[in-house]
T-cell receptor, first 117, second 110 residues
Framework: NAGVTQTPKFQVLKTGQSMTLQCAQD?????MSWYRQDPGMGLRLIHY???????DQGEVPNGYNVSRSTTEDFPLRLLSAAPSQTSVYFC????????????????FGPGTRLTVL | GIQVEQSPPDLILQEGANSTLRCNFS?????LQWFHQNPWGQLINLFY???GTKQNGRLSATTVATERYSLLYISSSQTTDSGVYFC????????????FGTGTRLTVIP
């Protein structure tokens, strides 16, 4: 298993540009999520999905869109990049989707470092 | 929302020393994970621990859910232990969303 993969590893955008961060997992995990990490802070949840076709907002969803058309993929779209979106983005997944379920340990991808000028 | 506080924020150790990192959380949680973020930014799973104590080599973790805290013990520290340690909790119900603390930055010097 490749686990959770993310592309690209690094990206530089200009203000107003759009782009998609890719995330894929090959573990047949139901739950997938996107977090951002800003300097000196923990990770904050952007969006999450509890299964194909189902997505919902996390703590900091503004400026981002997601979709989940397959179990394996969970892309994150920046519609019009802003300097405030400069951050490191992590994708994560778990087998179980609910907080109270057994086997809901989350595993993280390697991250995408995004700079918006 | 739930508050997750980690202490100390920074820790410098001589190689071979022991340390204890603490994670306090403000509400009842279902489960807790400890991660190590290495100097290259990768998040490595250390423990998945709802309660009780688990050990993995030189590392061990204890969670006392009723008192809303967890401890991570590092014994005989090595330079490769350097990095940032995060705890993350999930609420008792709802989706499997994690809430992170702000981390403890550990530097182990030879």
């Amino acid at each position: 298993n490749a686990g959770v993969t993310q592309t690209p590893k690094f990206q530089v955008l200009k203000t107003g540009q759009s782009m998609t961060l890719q995330c894929a997992q090959d573990m047949n995990h139901e739950y997938m999520s996107w977090y951002r990490q800003d300097p000196g802070m923990g990770l904050r949840l952007i969006h999450y999905s509890v299964g194909a076709g189902i997505t919902d907002q996390g703590e900091v969803p503004n400026g981002y869109n997601v979709s989940r058309s397959t179990t394996e993929d969970f892309p994150l779209r920046l519609l019009s990049a802003a300097p405030s979106q400069t951050s490191v983005y992590f994708c994560a997944s778990s087998y179980a989707w609910a907080a109270g379920q057994y086997n809901n340990e989350q595993f993280f991808g390697p991250g995408t470092r995004l700079t918006v000028l | 929302g739930i508050q997750v506080e980690q202490s100390p924020p920074d820790l410098i150790l001589q190689e071979g020393a022991n340390s204890t990192l603490r994670c306090n959380f403000s509400d009842s949680v279902n489960n807790l994970q400890w991660f190590h973020q290495n100097p290259w930014g990768q998040l490595i799973n250390l423990f998945y621990i709802p309660s009780g104590t688990k050990q993995n080599g030189r590392l061990s973790a204890t969670t006392v859910a009723t008192e809303r805290y967890s401890l991570l013990y590092i014994s005989s520290s090595q330079t490769t232990d350097s990095g940032v340690y995060f705890c993350a909790v999930r609420l008792e119900t709802g989706a499997n969303n994690l809430f992170f603390g702000t981390g403890t930055r550990l530097t182990v010097i030879p």
